[in-house]
């Protein structure tokens, strides 16, 4: 069974930081390319960031510069390093495989980003 555990979010001030992290189990990590996706209030679930199985990687327009995707395939985690936060990085934030799995979302982790 394939579980996908998100965690490491928190309510920060703009400009504040957050490293978020998504241990995996069931699944052979590695062989992956995964992705962390956020869903706001009232939108839909957008894409983050992405990182294949080679460390290649890619960011959504508004997280390019301050977001840093990375995996640790030893430890089968993957994180993603927030840096400038704004308030509209608010959101519910979720680890799957990229393209996503639609049985893997797990239950995500609330980044809030207020003054």
């Known amino acids: 069974q394939v579980q996908l555990v998100e965690s490491g979010g928190g309510s920060v001030q703009p400009g504040g930081s957050l490293r978020l992290s998504c241990a995996a189990s069931g699944i052979m990590f590695q062989f992956y390319a995964m992705g962390w996706y956020r869903q706001a209030p009232g939108k839909q679930r957008e894409l983050v960031a992405v990182i294949t199985t080679g460390g290649n990687t890619n960011y959504g327009d508004s997280m390019k510069g301050r977001f840093t995707i990375s995996r640790a395939n030893a430890k089968n985690t993957l994180y993603l390093q927030m840096n400038s936060l704004k308030p509209e990085d608010t959101a519910v934030y979720y680890c799957?495989?990229?393209?996503?799995?639609?049985?893997?979302w797990g239950q995500g982790t609330q980044v809030t980003v207020s003054s």
């Open positions: 799957n495989i990229n393209p996503p799995s639609p049985q893997y």
